[in-house]
């Protein structure tokens, strides 16, 4: 069985590696489009680790998700309209980044469910993150909500695929994300993952560890307002999103 939930989770703590890992909310996305993907992936023989109904039971993300994530050579993440009201959809979109700022091997997919880029990019309408302070109460802090607004701007920047409202095929867009990591893990030679230099469709291996660092430092010591206007300004024409099966800038 090449994918797992959450009534499987000795199976996932004694499997030894995923190959990919899938972030997403269902609430929005709907079982059909997961349950399709991982059947398609299944069909390649390419293991993946699901589980959105643990991630409801709790406001951080479990370990086992944790776990998968580090140990999968391919993330997924479906950014759909209710994505970012999951503090633990955020919290492991937090660490896919983190793995793939260290990881060159690891390769990082954006879907856009019925959602723009721009959206996720610039954190508007339902991507928009309310500022948060510690306190005794609960609250959720604003550290935490800095990573996510970090985390969130960096993968809509990627390259991915974009299913609209109207017409696109669903199928046909999994078949695309299924070739793609075919003929990615078919490139990752045995046991030298880790020296692999990551090249998807528009990063020389430096970038992913010079975008880390820049971001985090601007968004550290600039206004959130400032730091996005800086990014969007230098950095977004490096952006391509896959529409229709042809790479195009996003529009704003």
């Given at each position: 069985?090449?994918?797992?939930?959450s009534?499987?989770?000795?199976?996932?703590?004694?499997?030894?590696?995923?190959?990919?890992?899938?972030?997403?909310?269902?609430?929005?996305?709907?079982?059909?489009?997961?349950?399709?993907?991982?059947?398609?992936?299944?069909?390649?023989?390419?293991?993946?680790?699901?589980?959105?109904?643990?991630?409801?039971?709790?406001?951080s993300?479990?370990?086992?998700?944790?776990?998968?994530?580090?140990?999968?050579?391919?993330?997924?993440?479906?950014?759909?309209?209710n994505?970012?009201?999951?503090?633990?959809?955020?919290?492991?979109?937090?660490?896919?980044?983190?793995?793939?700022?260290?990881?060159?091997?690891?390769?990082?997919?954006?879907?856009?469910?019925?959602?723009?880029?721009?959206?996720?990019?610039?954190?508007?309408?339902?991507?928009?993150?309310?500022?948060?302070?510690?306190?005794?109460?609960?609250?959720i802090?604003?550290?935490?909500?800095?990573?996510?607004?970090?985390?969130?701007?960096?993968?809509a920047?990627?390259?991915?695929?974009?299913?609209?409202?109207?017409?696109?095929?669903?199928?046909?867009?999994?078949?695309?994300?299924?070739?793609?990591?075919?003929?990615?893990?078919?490139?990752?030679?045995?046991?030298?993952?880790?020296?692999?230099?990551?090249?998807?469709?528009?990063?020389?291996?430096?970038?992913p560890t010079?975008?880390?660092?820049?971001?985090s430092?601007?968004?550290?010591?600039?206004?959130?307002?400032?730091?996005?206007?800086?990014?969007?300004?230098?950095?977004?024409?490096?952006s391509?999103?896959?529409?229709?099966h042809?790479?195009?800038?996003?529009?704003?």
């Open positions: 069985m090449a994918s797992f939930s009534s499987s989770s000795t199976s996932i703590q004694t499997h030894l590696s995923f190959d990919a890992y899938i972030s997403f909310n269902e609430t929005d996305v709907g079982p059909s489009f997961v349950s399709h993907l991982c059947k398609a992936l299944e069909k390649k023989e390419i293991t993946t680790f699901k589980d959105d109904r643990s991630l409801k039971k709790g406001k993300i479990p370990e086992l998700h944790l776990k998968a994530i580090e140990e999968s050579k391919f993330a997924i993440i479906i950014f759909s309209e994505y970012a009201s999951f503090t633990a959809c955020l919290d492991g979109l937090v660490k896919i980044m983190e793995c793939r700022g260290v990881e060159s091997s690891k390769f990082v997919l954006p879907v856009f469910y019925k959602v723009k880029p721009s959206e996720v990019r610039k954190q508007i309408e339902s991507f928009a993150l309310a500022d948060s302070e510690d306190g005794s109460d609960g609250c802090g604003r550290e935490r909500v800095q990573l996510w607004r970090e985390a969130l701007f960096k993968a920047n990627l390259s991915g695929w974009e299913v609209t409202q109207h017409g696109d095929s669903e199928a046909e867009i999994i078949e695309d994300i299924v070739k793609y990591i075919q003929k990615k893990k078919q490139q990752i030679p045995i046991n030298t993952a880790s020296n692999l230099l990551e090249t998807n469709s528009r990063n020389v291996s430096f970038w010079t975008l880390d660092f820049l971001s430092f601007i968004f550290s010591h600039f206004p959130r307002s400032l730091s996005l206007f800086f990014f969007s300004r230098f950095f977004q024409p490096e391509q999103v896959l529409v229709n042809q790479e195009v800038a996003p529009q704003a």
